[in-house]
């Protein structure tokens, strides 16, 4: 079956760097993402990696995908109070279906 | 701003009442993916509409039950509430390129 883990907090300090790791169960899934959810607002896109890719950057965004442990992390360099959200993981299965399935959501809290 | 509109943002209600969300997609997108977010059981897929058809279900109640209609908007009908449907309920569409854009939620309280 599927399922998706992740650490459900992260405390960091400003301008140092944050990385939020995530395991997931399904080899076949074929895309990964990292969604961001704000206080009070929905979920939003951040990056996402392709099965076949070991890493992505993205700014200060670099996703690093171990396919053989079934392990993705993000790491955000230079943290922000604005990157305090909770970052959540989702993975989905290969062929038409488009429905990811999430992990419970990490929450980041930066801190001075 | 994603795009997708969801009404009410709040709600309170009691147990045994029947409410009704209503979402409306991001302008052109015709998949519509209705999430429950509750703090014990994360984010949990319910049920998709494509284009006024079902699609895909998850793990949506019997009581629960959902529809599309044929200018794309969807509500998600919630009926014989329990205590434990207390919970953020996502409206989130798509375009066919694998990235969901979500609504704000609906906030539902069941005293």
């Known amino acids: 079956g599927e399922d998706v883990e992740q650490s459900l907090f992260l405390s960091v300090r400003e301008g140092d760097s944050s990385v939020i790791n995530c395991t997931y169960t399904d080899s076949s899934s074929t895309y990964l993402y990292w969604y961001k959810q704000e206080p009070g607002a929905g979920l939003q896109l951040l990056t996402y990696?392709?099965?076949?890719?070991d890493m992505k950057q993205d700014q200060r965004l670099t996703v690093l995908l171990n396919k053989k442990d079934k392990h993705l992390s993000l790491r955000i360099a230079d943290t922000q109070t604005g990157d305090s959200a909770i970052y959540f993981c989702a993975e989905t299965p290969p062929g038409g279906s488009y429905i990811p399935t999430f992990g419970r959501g990490t929450s980041l809290i930066v801190h001075p | 701003d994603s795009g997708v509109t969801q009404t009410p943002k709040h709600l309170i209600t009691a147990t045994g009442q029947r409410v009704t969300l209503r979402c409306s997609p991001r302008?052109?997108?015709?998949?519509v993916y209705w999430y429950q977010q509750s703090l014990d059981q994360g984010l949990q897929f319910l049920i998709q509409y494509y284009n006024g058809e079902e699609r895909a279900k998850g793990n949506i109640l019997e009581r629960f039950s959902a529809q599309q209609f044929p200018d794309l908007h969807s509500e998600l009908n919630l009926s014989s509430l329990e205590l434990g449907d207390s919970a953020l309920y996502f409206c989130?569409?798509?375009?066919?390129?694998?990235?969901?854009?979500f609504g704000e939620g609906s906030r539902l309280t069941v005293l």
């Open positions: 989130a569409s798509s375009g066919g390129d694998r990235e969901l854009f």
């Open positions: 302008s052109g997108d015709l998949s």
């Open positions: 990696i392709f099965s076949n890719m």
